[in-house]
């Protein structure tokens, strides 16, 4: 059975920051590439960024250079280091393989993230 335990999201204001974290298990991180992805109501699933099994990160132009994604394999986890959070940024956000499974069995409940003033 997978299961996704994301973490560390909460309300903060304009260029705050947040620590997401996310431990799996079901599901090995080893190996494979992983992501972070966000999601807001009535939208699709984005990804905001991905770490290759060798520690090569991409980013998308949204987050790059404000976003930082970390894994720990030992530990069958991720994090994502969020600074300087726009408003734009308030989704829920989803940590998952990359490419990420379609089936809703394979994802977890999300932390929600809300920048506000």
């Known amino acids: 059975q997978v299961r996704l335990v994301e973490s560390g999201g909460g309300s903060v204001q304009p260029g705050g920051s947040l620590r997401l974290s996310c431990i799996a298990s079901?599901?090995?991180?080893?190996?494979?590439?992983v992501g972070w992805y966000r999601q807001n109501p009535g939208k699709p699933r984005e990804l905001v960024a991905r770490v290759s099994n060798g520690g090569l990160t991409y980013y998308p132009s949204s987050v790059k250079g404000r976003f930082t994604i970390s894994r720990d394999d030992d530990r069958n986890s991720v994090y994502l280091q969020m600074n300087s959070l726009e408003l734009q940024d308030t989704a829920v956000y989803y940590c998952n393989l990359f490419p990420a499974p379609s089936e809703a069995a394979y994802w977890g409940k999300g932390t929600q993230v809300t920048v506000s003033s």
């Open positions: 079901g599901m090995v991180f080893s190996g494979n590439y």
